[in-house]
């Protein structure tokens, strides 16, 4: 099931929402809303320092499918720019590849190639929402969802990672003091009440650039789970030293809380739900634990813990056909 989540993810990866904001603007400023034509709509690109979106009228094929006006419109994108006050949509290291429309679903499906190595994380979030902004104004298109195979991963069950977008559940904010701000899902593993197993739970969080997505993830495991139904696998009085991504290693340094032995749950239960939770990133495969910047032979004294860990999905609740609430579903409810 986690692979297949991985692939269909609503966090950061899995349902974001695409409204833009400008913020920050002064009060007084004018905005004008072009009318635009029919068989117009925008595109939307990336100003030059990287802090807001720009827009310009684009006119489709009356007579094209949604597949075929999608294929366009990202070739359109891939030709790049000669206005010097905006970026390309398309940032180096990522490449299109096909489009499809799914007419049951209202769904959009665009995929593409990337280098991770060569896209900065603040290109790749523009390059997100201006696809998905641009897409969603065609007739017939509720949702976005943008594939990205890592051409660097040769596992092909993990390689292509799928988000899906709409109008709703994504939004972003500039212009103020904390950067980009966006909405967003992650997805984190907690236990189950009897402590035997992992569930699988969704969170809603808001993300900036000013802090990584490994971060709010560990954090919110910290956190622990708002529904009935969870418990906490990590002491809520641990910490986080410190936490960085390289090469898909997620290196995690806990303070001396997280070792201690009064925490009740087992081990295995403690560390993969950590571990389950982190690698639902797509930029995150395997997770090296630290304990004051070093490797720790056992965790607690009896379990190995030197070597690097990777998903394990035997300790995963099993739940057929059931989507797992989100806590904004749990609110509402």
Do not use: W
């Not at 905006?86 to 180096?92: A, D, L, M, V, W």
């Not at 997505?213 to 954090?219: F, H, K, N, S």
């Amino acid at each position: 099931m986690g692979d297949e989540m991985k692939q269909f993810k609503y966090i950061l990866i899995c349902t974001l929402c695409l409204v833009l904001t400008a913020c920050g603007q002064s009060e007084t400023e004018q905005t004008t809303e072009q009318v635009l034509s029919q068989n117009e709509i925008y595109i939307y690109y990336v100003n030059s320092d990287l802090t807001d979106v720009e827009k310009q009228v684009y006119r489709i094929k009356p007579a094209a499918s949604e597949t075929e006006n999608a294929d366009e419109i990202m070739a359109y994108f891939t030709q790049g720019t000669e206005n010097a006050e905006i970026q390309t949509t398309i940032p180096s290291g990522v490449e299109f590849v096909s489009s499809e429309y799914e007419a049951g679903h209202q769904r959009m499906i665009v995929s593409f190639n990337i280098l991770y190595d060569e896209v900065k994380a603040d290109s790749l979030l523009f390059f997100k929402a201006c696809v998905t902004k641009t897409l969603l104004q065609l007739e017939g298109i509720d949702k976005v969802a943008i594939a990205l195979t890592d051409l660097t991963n040769a596992d092909v069950e993990t390689a292509t990672v799928v988000e899906n977008f709409d109008g709703d559940s994504f939004a972003m904010s500039f212009g103020n003091s904390n950067g980009y701000q966006q909405k967003g899902n992650i997805v984190l593993y907690f236990a189950t009440p009897d402590g035997e197993s992992l569930k699988e739970y969704h969170k809603s969080v808001e993300i900036s650039n000013n802090t990584s997505l490994a971060e709010i993830v560990v954090g919110a495991l910290i956190e622990g789970p708002k529904q009935e139904g969870y418990q906490a696998t990590v002491s809520e009085e641990t910490t986080i030293r410190n936490i960085s991504v390289k090469d898909s290693i997620c290196y995690v340094d806990f303070s001396d809380e997280f070792y201690n032995t009064d925490n009740p749950m087992k081990n295995d239960i403690i560390v993969y739900s950590i571990v389950n939770s982190l690698v639902e990133l797509p930029t995150v495969s395997k997770v090296q634990f630290l304990r004051n910047g070093e490797k720790q032979a056992f965790f607690r004294e009896t379990m190995p813990f030197d070597s690097l860990f990777e998903r394990n999905l035997d300790l995963i609740e099993q739940v057929p056909d059931k989507e797992t609430e989100s806590e904004d579903a749990l609110k509402e409810g």
